[in-house]
């Protein structure tokens, strides 16, 4: 065991990390607690370390670019990689004392240097020298951190998981990185929509570690709770949500390459956002939210476009709708779908506040103050997770059934019928998939059989769309497809370290997924027509029958002969509206269904 684990208040982080004096003596905070909260100190803790690992990300990979353009404001990057690391470092320490933090920091040192040594390789073209870095970030790096993980955690964060998730976390930099150095801005915004997500992922897993680890430290309650969940994924949407509106606006007034993809980006990640709400509010009030957000996202490249032509006028317009519009109505949005949980007075100010930061950062960074700019963004990062605190905290107050954790059976009630320990339920494996949802059998089933996981937070993410990647590895596992031997695929963006390498290889070899080019784009997302001709390459589904009719499916379509045989396999369908919808994403929960319909219906023929 590590010696000092200790609470050493006089530090910043601790004090936001490590609960108070006045919190431990707090008996409302115990696992007994009746209501549901967004804010215990387990949580807390988790929703702190979430924040500053997506920061280090955020800079991690602009230290790569910078460096790779030789950007004048690349040092000052550089040198907030390093902050961020310190605060990382000084969090370290409030839990495991100053020899803990002192060997988390010997190890993360390397992380940053390497992080500019990858921009560096990029530039100079440098192949040895660019494997050198990325066998120094997919394999040394993960493995000396994970491994003081396991020790640190006692076990409860396990070094081989760790490890699995740091060396994601570093292909993530090196994808984005090459991807926005490459001119591939849609291939980058991906990867490093993946890359921040990932973070709050292993701050989840960490956090949760901690916590088993030391649970009077953080007064008995947990990290992973179905109203932390809440809270942790409105601070990760939110937070993407700035990085993408400061990214839209800064490319618009450059007129770079990359502004429409960065606004492309923004509006999905509003979309995500706008689900997020229909999961609580239903259609209308997603509706409604959606109506009042799309004039923000516009806005922000109205800002970019106004910056750019000089025009002080829509300047001034676009201006007053960010700070005063947009503020005031979605500010009343929220107050009425809370039932006054969160006052319309009280999201007004912060929203405004919200979009003051954008425009500093913008402004800040057009006139070259690149200090000032980047000490904006730090404090509007940080503002997003207060304004994602605040909305989950109104909606599980208004909502306490919603996100209540199962009591223990005290005795006085008849027990329920046990599940069974070999096969049990999705319900109990993630604590996003209660027993009423639709998918609930079809995803035990593929994670029981092995072919499909969650998420090291506890989650299974059924709404996020499947990555090809994944479908990848899902796919193999489905069809019992050996790994072994199979020829490198040779796509460019798969490394050899790369998680999921052989996996894709494994596929391409059978000719059931196939790249772009060069490039199998793993972290893109899987249609509904790639979903159907996958499904018809790997298990051989021959059309039966009259041609399905959609009216958006034409008989010279692509993808019109996979389709039509999944679906005469009754294995997929279309609309009511009488269309298939091609071009959808395919969700996770939506994928595990087709493979598990699919399992059975090969075991009937």
């Not at 803790?45 to 990979?61: D, G, I």
């Not at 953080?218 to 601070?235: G, V």
């Not at 997603?286 to 957000?293: D, N, R």
């Amino acid at each position: 065991m590590m010696k000092g684990k200790r609470i050493l208040t006089v530090s910043l982080a601790a004090s936001m990390l490590v609960p108070s004096a006045a919190m431990a003596a707090d008996n409302s905070e115990s696992k007994d607690m009746m209501e549901p909260t967004v804010s215990t100190s387990a949580v807390d803790l988790r929703a702190n370390l979430s924040q500053l690992l997506a920061s280090h990300f955020e800079y991690q990979v602009l230290t790569a670019v910078k460096v790779y353009k030789q950007a004048d404001d690349a040092e000052l990057v550089r040198e907030k990689l390093e902050d961020n690391a310190q605060q990382i470092t000084t969090a370290i320490e409030s839990i495991y004392g100053e020899e803990g933090a002192s060997q988390f920091a010997d190890i993360f040192a390397s992380q940053y240097e390497d992080s500019s040594e990858l921009g560096m390789a990029l530039r100079n073209g440098n192949m040895d020298e660019r494997e050198e870095v990325k066998d120094q970030l997919l394999n040394d790096f993960p493995s000396e951190l994970g491994g003081f993980l396991g020790t640190a955690t006692e076990g409860n964060l396990p070094a081989d998981t760790a490890e699995q998730a740091l060396r994601a976390h570093e292909q993530d930099v090196i994808n984005t990185a090459k991807h926005f150095v490459n001119g591939d801005y849609e291939e980058a915004y991906a990867a490093y929509d993946e890359g921040y997500k990932q973070m709050y992922t292993i701050g989840g897993a960490l956090s949760s570690g901690i916590v088993t680890q030391m649970p009077e430290m953080f007064n008995h309650t947990e990290a992973m709770t179905p109203a932390a969940d809440l809270r942790a994924s409105f601070n990760q949407l939110l937070g993407l949500h700035f990085d993408y509106q400061v990214l839209t606006a800064v490319q618009e007034s450059q007129n770079a390459d990359g502004a429409e993809a960065a606004s492309e980006q923004l509006e999905a990640n509003a979309g995500e956002m706008v689900t997020a709400v229909e999961s609580i509010y239903g259609e209308e009030g997603a509706a409604q939210f959606e109506e009042i957000f799309s004039s923000q996202y516009e806005d922000t490249s109205g800002l970019g476009n106004a910056i750019e032509n000089n025009d002080d006028m829509q300047k001034e317009e676009v201006t007053d709708s960010l700070l005063m519009d947009f503020p005031e109505e979605l500010g009343m949005f929220l107050e009425t779908a809370t039932e006054g949980n969160l006052p319309a007075d009280t999201a007004e100010s912060v929203l405004n506040a919200h979009e003051q930061d954008v425009i500093d950062v913008v402004e800040s960074y057009v006139m070259e103050d690149y200090e000032m700019a980047y000490n904006s963004f730090d404090e509007g990062g940080e503002r997003m997770s207060t304004i994602g605190t605040a909305l989950s905290g109104a909606i599980v107050t208004q909502m306490p059934e919603m996100f209540a954790q199962e009591e223990e059976n005290d005795g006085s009630e008849e027990p329920e019928e046990p599940q069974d320990p070999m096969n049990p339920s999705a319900v109990d494996m993630y604590s996003d998939i209660n027993a009423d949802f639709w998918a609930v059998n079809e995803i035990s089933h593929l994670t029981n059989e092995n072919i499909i996981k969650g998420y090291m937070d506890g989650t299974f993410r059924p709404n996020d769309p499947i990555k090809r990647v994944q479908a990848a590895k899902i796919i193999t596992g489905a069809m019992d497809l050996s790994t072994d031997n199979r020829p490198d695929a040779g796509f460019d963006d798969i490394s050899s370290e790369y998680y999921g390498k052989a996996y894709i290889d494994t596929v391409a070899d059978e000719g059931i997924m196939m790249g772009h080019g060069d490039e199998f784009n793993p972290n893109d997302t899987l249609t509904r027509a790639q979903m159907a001709v996958v499904l018809e390459r790997a298990f051989g589904f021959e059309a039966q029958g009259s041609d399905a009719s959609f009216t958006d499916i034409s008989s010279d379509y692509w993808a019109h002969d996979g389709i039509h045989a999944v679906v005469s396999a009754g294995l997929a369908s279309g609309y009511q509206d009488d269309t298939f919808r091609p071009g959808n994403d395919t969700t996770r929960a939506q994928f595990s269904v087709f493979i598990s319909n699919t399992l059975d219906w090969m075991e009937n023929q």
